[in-house]
């Protein structure tokens, strides 16, 4: 046997290895870029009478800090339950057309902002934010928002802001009933219900700070004028030392050539 085909009797089964991990590889994309520390499941995914694969991504109980920025993009159900994300990213999940349900449950994000659910407004159908510490979101946060929402046990601070995206949930109706005020621009209203604040909490805020320029405008005349009594007062003050101290000097006398001067015209 020659030293060629001993190379080629040791290679051939080496090559056909790697261009099975290559085909492997091509036909199973999504499956090699699911997230660390979570589990991928492919299932049949009907939508408009055409055959679509999706992928089941289960990152539940991961200990994220962070949600993933690798998702795959056939991503049809995401579950982030019970880690420790803090913040959704504006956009993060851009990209991902099939995406259905969104699980951030159990979480301990603070805020949401305007582009927290960009590129997913039209195909999400369920979102769950409940027991999460969300105490803000920007106004226009749900404005395009199709899915059924759950935001119940947050410690919501019931603002302008807040009234304005409730207004925006109009489809989500009994999500927004279960919106407690923790706290609130109003204070009889904490604890209870958002939908029971019946002020228009805009009005309420524009009124507040129309009421704090006043009182503000107000503070400085008062510094200036109290500045401009002070500084005549003490101009005052000054001019009457002086005043005095002239009045306090000797008086000048005489010299005897003016006095002979004087005698000698008369």
């Not at 290559?22 to 199973?28: D, E, I, K, P, Q």
């Not at 803000?136 to 059924?148: G, N, T």
């Amino acid at each position: 046997m020659t030293l060629l085909d001993v190379w080629l009797s040791r290679s051939l089964p080496m090559w056909l290895l790697l261009q099975s991990l290559v085909l492997m590889a091509l036909c199973f994309p999504s499956a090699s870029m699911c997230p660390k520390g979570c589990v991928c499941q492919r299932f049949d995914l009907h939508h408009l009478h055409l055959h679509h694969q999706g992928l089941n991504v289960n990152c539940s109980q991961s200990r994220l800090k962070e949600i993933p920025g690798d998702l795959p993009v056939d991503t049809v159900v995401l579950r982030l339950d019970r880690n420790h994300i803090a913040a959704v990213p504006d956009r993060i999940f851009r990209g991902l057309a099939l995406l259905r349900e969104l699980n951030l449950s159990y979480n301990a994000v603070e805020t949401l902002g305007e582009g927290a659910f960009s590129g997913v407004e039209a195909t999400l159908q369920a979102l769950d934010l409940s027991h999460n510490r969300i105490a803000s979101v920007h106004k226009d946060a749900f404005a395009r928002l199709k899915a059924r929402v759950v935001v119940d046990d947050n410690p919501w601070h019931c603002d302008c802001a807040l009234q304005q995206a409730i207004g925006g949930m109009a489809h989500n109706h009994e999500a927004a009933a279960r919106v407690l005020c923790r706290s609130s621009e109003l204070l009889d209203q904490e604890g209870r219900p958002f939908l029971a604040v019946d002020t228009d909490l805009c009005n309420l805020a524009k009124r507040t700070t129309d009421y704090a320029m006043l009182v503000t405008m107000f503070g400085w005349f008062a510094m200036v004028i109290s500045y401009v009594v002070y500084y005549v007062r003490q101009n005052q003050e000054d001019a009457r030392r002086h005043l005095e101290y002239l009045k306090s000097l000797p008086s000048k006398p005489k010299k005897p050539d003016e006095a002979d001067d004087i005698s000698t015209v008369v």
